[in-house]
């Protein structure tokens, strides 16, 4: 079962992390467009996953509602440029 809990009023994917927060930040730019906007790990979390945990589940979740992505994170770009290449 996935840690990740989409909270669509705050146009975010979240980790809870004994009460640290990773996040993926997202805006709908119009009715099949979504633009990933930046993921947050914090500091001592970095290395374990939970940023492309929080990729793939936004990734997926676009995927299923047909939105074509974008993105302004050089983070979820690394994630779009290996499904492209």
Same mark, same amino acid.
């Given at each position: 079962?996935?840690?990740?809990?989409?909270?669509?009023?705050?146009?975010? +994917?979240?980790?809870?992390?004994? $009460?640290?927060? =990773?996040? #993926?930040?997202?805006?709908? @730019?119009?009715?099949?467009?979504?633009?990933?906007?930046?993921?947050?790990?914090? +500091?001592?979390?970095?290395?374990? $996953?939970?940023? =492309?945990? #929080?990729?793939?589940?936004? @990734?997926?979740?676009?995927?299923?509602?047909?939105?074509?992505?974008?993105?302004?994170?050089?983070?979820?770009?690394?994630?779009?440029?290996?499904?492209?290449?």
């Amino acid at each position: 079962m996935s840690r990740v809990v989409h909270q669509p009023q705050l146009h975010c +994917f979240t980790i809870d992390l004994d $009460g640290q927060l =990773a996040k #993926l930040d997202y805006r709908l @730019l119009n009715d099949d467009v979504i633009e990933f906007t930046s993921t947050h790990v914090p +500091f001592s979390l970095r290395g374990h $996953g939970y940023g =492309a945990e #929080l990729v793939a589940a936004g @990734l997926e979740w676009a995927k299923k509602h047909n939105y074509q992505v974008t993105s302004r994170c050089w983070y979820v770009d690394r994630f779009l440029d290996t499904a492209v290449s």
